[in-house]
């Protein structure tokens, strides 16, 4: 085997080490003190209808992630290139959540979505761009959220927050574009192989900003997706009986969904219970129900991806027969 595979699986291996290691670390700190008793009454008392009611906005979520990442696709693909249909698009996105959800983080779902576009004739540099550019816009959904509910959290943290929304606005905008106008202070180095991919990276989100109809659709579907995810964790806190408000959850959630994209821990598991545990005491809710809700939230798309796999093998076995 070449040094350089065998390196490189070495530090797959470091890196997954060091996130179980930061995983356990954060559900040790946050499990100290809590009483496994008043978990075990808290779940036997549990709302069933509005678990299911919860469980069903995660399908909702998942349905607007795919249904934006294919168009998308659709924006940046070239006039005469094949594209997917809507129900490729959802069966793909379908399989990366379980990636995404259900394994420790060896292979990404991000990885598999650009490897199942590809497949179905997407070429792979347009592949990798859109699923790029789909984590950006989720992202910026993110931030709007919230910039948006930001001065609530500043009541509830105890400062004033409206004085920072203007410059957070301003850097927002300059970032953006920066990063369109790249390409005029990278031109002379677009021989080089990496400075010609942040290029012709840049070039495809040109093509969905020159469709701003598609472009704000896009972002539209992204905030509603993040919307159903926190109106999906109200109503798990309502199941569990916990005194929290609608717009608590969309304040809250965002920035732990923030958290979570780091690279830190498997899955977000962790670092979404510390955020969970350290937001919610800020509003008076105790460390044991608010654990209980992080685990469930985390659980809600564990449980809705894991059918997910079994599409996973149906793909890989209709994929070998035709080769």
Not at 206 to 219: C, D, E, N, T, W
Not at 288 to 306: D, K, N, T, W, Y
Request: glycine share 8%; proline share 5%.
């Amino acid at each position: 085997m070449p040094p350089m595979i065998t390196q490189l699986r070495q530090s797959k291996f470091l890196s997954l080490m060091a996130k179980a290691a930061l995983t356990l670390a954060a559900f040790w700190l946050v499990m100290r003190g809590v009483d496994l008793a008043h978990l075990r009454v808290m779940l036997l008392r549990q709302n069933p209808a509005l678990v299911a009611s919860a469980l069903a906005l995660v399908i909702v979520q998942m349905g607007l992630g795919a249904l934006r990442w294919r168009m998308i696709l659709s924006a940046i693909t070239p006039a005469g290139q094949a594209m997917m249909t809507r129900r490729e698009a959802l069966r793909i996105y379908y399989i990366s959540s379980f990636f995404s959800c259900c394994l420790p983080g060896a292979v990404g779902g991000d990885v598999v979505r650009v490897f199942l576009a590809r497949s179905d004739h997407v070429s792979l540099p347009l592949s990798i761009h859109s699923v790029i550019i789909d984590r950006l816009i989720a992202l910026i959904a993110l931030g709007v959220m919230v910039l948006l509910t930001l001065p609530l959290l500043g009541k509830v943290m105890g400062f004033n927050a409206l004085p920072l929304l203007p410059p957070i606005t301003l850097a927002a905008i300059l970032g953006l574009w920066a990063a369109l106008h790249i390409d005029k202070w990278l031109s002379k180095w677009r021989n080089v192989y990496p400075v010609a991919w942040v290029l012709y990276l840049t070039g495809s989100l040109r093509m969905l900003l020159a469709r701003p109809g598609v472009s704000i659709l896009s972002l539209i579907f992204a905030l509603i997706a993040h919307s159903c995810f926190c109106l999906c964790g109200y109503l798990l806190a309502e199941s569990l009986n916990i005194q929290i408000t609608l717009l608590q959850c969309l304040t809250f959630i965002p920035l732990i969904l923030l958290a979570v994209t780091l690279p830190v821990s498997i899955g977000g598991w962790g670092v979404r219970e510390a955020g969970m545990v350290a937001l919610l005491a800020l509003i008076g809710v105790p460390q044991a129900p608010a654990l209980m809700l992080s685990v469930q939230l985390g659980l809600a798309s564990v449980i809705i991806s894991l059918p997910a796999g079994l599409l996973w093998l149906a793909y890989r076995g209709g994929s070998q027969r035709s080769a």
